[in-house]
C-alpha cells in the first residue's frame, strides 16, 4: 500500500496532543541547534512579513511574532493548528493561521514576504515542487527560503543505529538512497509519537528542485552538538556522531 499525503496528515492529527506536550521550548534540538540558526539567518525581523510553512502548533511562529515579525502560519493538520489557536488566544500576537498545503495556497498575494521558513516540514509532505514553487511565488525578489529538514543523505528509507552486544552504538547504516517515496518512519520510543510518513528524496533532487524553482542556495549548514550536551544531555552524543539536520538558505532571485 502507497502512503499518501492524507495518509500523512492524519498521523500528524493523531500525533499533535504529543507533539505540542513534547516539542516545545525544552526539546533541546530546538533550543541548542534550530532555534539559534533560523534567529541569526533571519536577523532583524522587526515589521518583516514571515510565512512559517508547516507551522504545527505555531511554536515558531510565536518565537518569531514576539520579535516583531507579521506571521502568517499555514499548517495541513487541523489538530495541530487547534493548539496553535488555543495558544493565540492566551498570548494574542496578531499571528494569521490558515489551514491548507503548503504547495497550494491562492489566498496569499505573490511577492508578500520577506522570507519563509519551512521548520521539519518538507520531508512530510508529498508535493515538495508544488511547495517550492508556491514559496518562490510568495517572496519578495530577494526575499530568502529558510529550508531546515532531517538530512536526507542519513534518514533514508533504510536507517539506524547498528549496536554491539551491549547496546553500545557502533555506526549509523544508511540503505536505499535512490528509493524515492514515503515510508513509516519510527519515533524514538520515549517521545511518545507513533509513526509519521516520511517522504524521501535524494539531496540532488531538493537543491534541483529549488534552483528550477528560481531559487539560489547561499549557505549551507548541518549543525553539529554543542558541548553542553556533554553532561547535559550524554545520551544524544551518540547520535550526534551524524548530521540529523540540513539547512539551506535560498534567495529568490530577482525576475523570477
Ligand atoms: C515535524 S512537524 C514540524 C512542525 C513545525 N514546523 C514546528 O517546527 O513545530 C511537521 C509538520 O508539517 C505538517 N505538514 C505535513 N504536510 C504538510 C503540507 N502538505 N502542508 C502544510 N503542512 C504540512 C504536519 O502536519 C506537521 O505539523
Request: hydrophobic share 35%.
Amino acid at each position: 500500500m502507497t502512503l499518501s499525503q492524507t495518509d500523512g496528515t492524519r498521523r500528524w492529527d493523531d500525533n499533535a496532543e504529543c507533539w505540542h506536550r513534547s516539542f516545545g521550548e525544552r526539546d533541546p534540538n530546538r533550543r541548542d541547534l534550530l532555534d539559534p540558526i533560523i534567529l541569526e539567518v533571519l536577523g532583524d525581523i522587526k515589521g518583516k512579513q514571515i510565512l512559517d510553512a508547516g507551522c504545527g502548533d505555531g511554536y515558531l511562529s510565536r518565537k518569531l511574532a514576539r520579535r516583531g515579525a507579521s506571521v502568517t502560519g499555514v499548517e495541513i493538520s487541523s489538530k495541530m493548528l487547534a493548539f496553535a489557536a488555543e495558544e493565540e488566544k492566551r498570548e494574542p500576537l496578531a499571528i494569521e493561521y490558515h489551514c491548507a498545503s503548503c504547495s497550494s495556497l491562492p489566498f496569499l498575494s505573490s511577492s508578500s514576504f520577506d522570507a519563509t521558513v519551512t521548520n521539519n516540514v518538507i520531508q512530510d509532505m508529498d508535493d515538495y515542487h508544488g511547495a517550492f514553487t508556491e514559496f518562490s511565488r510568495l517572496l519578495k525578489p530577494g526575499g530568502i527560503y529558510l529550508h531546515i529538514m532531517n538530512h536526507p543523505c542519513f534518514m533514508t528509507p533504510v536507517w539506524g543505529w547498528v549496536k554491539d552486544d551491549q547496546g553500545k552504538k557502533l555506526y549509523r547504516k544508511v540503505d536505499h538512497y535512490f528509493q524515492r517515496g514515503p515510508f513509516l518512519c519510527p519515533w524514538g520510543p520515549s517521545s511518545g509519537m507513533q509513526p509519521t510518513v516520511y517522504w524521501h528524496r535524494t539531496l540532488a533532487d531538493i537543491v534541483n528542485r529549488l534552483i528550477s524553482c528560481g531559487f539560489v542556495i547561499k549557505r549551507i549548514m548541518e549543525p553539529e552538538a554543542p558541548e553542553c550536551w556533554k553532561t547535559e544531555h550524554p545520551g544524544r552524543m551518540d547520535s550526534a556522531r551524524i548530521p540529523d539536520f540540513l539547512i539551506l538558505v535560498c534567495e529568490k532571485m530577482a525576475g523570477r
